[in-house]
């Protein structure tokens, strides 16, 4: 089920292969991975993803998040997946919360507002209200 968190951005839980298509017409340019390979049995990999996302004319970027959580190099590369996206983006993970967090770190340390990025995550069924601390770190000027 993929869950807008505003115009350019949305998150999912785990896709498949066969779901590109659909994705590619609903409007989506860019598919980012943030599940790692391996994580679960019987899990599309990456390659098997990307393999039709580009297939389907789709930017296909991994920023893989495992259980030890999320780092500046992560930040860093979602927000850049994010600017070169022509176009709405569909990140996704087991869940979708990752992907969330992951966009919502990335919104902030791009100087989104803290409160605007708490109430779409919200309006997605997500709730970033414990990572609130960090998005008005990363949001403020260094």
């Given at each position: 089920?993929?869950?807008?968190?505003?115009?350019?951005?949305?998150?999912?839980?785990?896709?498949?292969?066969?779901?590109?298509?659909?994705?590619?017409?609903?409007?989506?340019?860019?598919?980012?991975?943030?599940?790692?390979?391996?994580?679960?049995?019987?899990?599309?990999?990456?390659?098997?993803?990307?393999?039709?996302?580009?297939?389907?004319?789709?930017?296909?970027?991994?920023?893989?998040?495992?259980?030890?959580?999320?780092?500046?190099?992560?930040?860093?590369?979602?927000?850049?997946?994010?600017?070169?996206?022509?176009?709405?983006?569909?990140?996704?993970?087991?869940?979708?919360?990752?992907?969330?967090?992951?966009?919502?770190?990335?919104?902030a340390r791009?100087?989104?507002?803290?409160?605007?990025?708490?109430?779409?995550?919200?309006?997605?069924?997500?709730?970033?209200?414990?990572?609130?601390?960090?998005?008005?770190?990363?949001?403020?000027?260094?």
């Amino acid at each position: 089920m993929i869950r807008p968190l505003n115009d350019r951005v949305a998150v999912a839980p785990q896709i498949s292969p066969d779901d590109v298509a659909a994705i590619a017409a609903a409007g989506y340019v860019a598919i980012v991975n943030n599940r790692p390979d391996g994580e679960e049995p019987g899990q599309p990999t990456g390659d098997e993803i990307r393999i039709q996302a580009e297939a389907a004319g789709l930017t296909y970027v991994a920023i893989p998040v495992t259980a030890a959580g999320f780092s500046h190099p992560q930040i860093e590369a979602m927000t850049a997946a994010l600017a070169a996206a022509d176009g709405p983006v569909l990140a996704y993970c087991r869940s979708g919360t990752r992907s969330c967090n992951l966009w919502a770190l990335a919104a902030a340390r791009a100087g989104r507002d803290p409160t605007l990025i708490v109430a779409q995550a919200e309006n997605a069924g997500y709730d970033l209200s414990g990572m609130r601390p960090t998005l008005d770190a990363l949001a403020s000027p260094q």
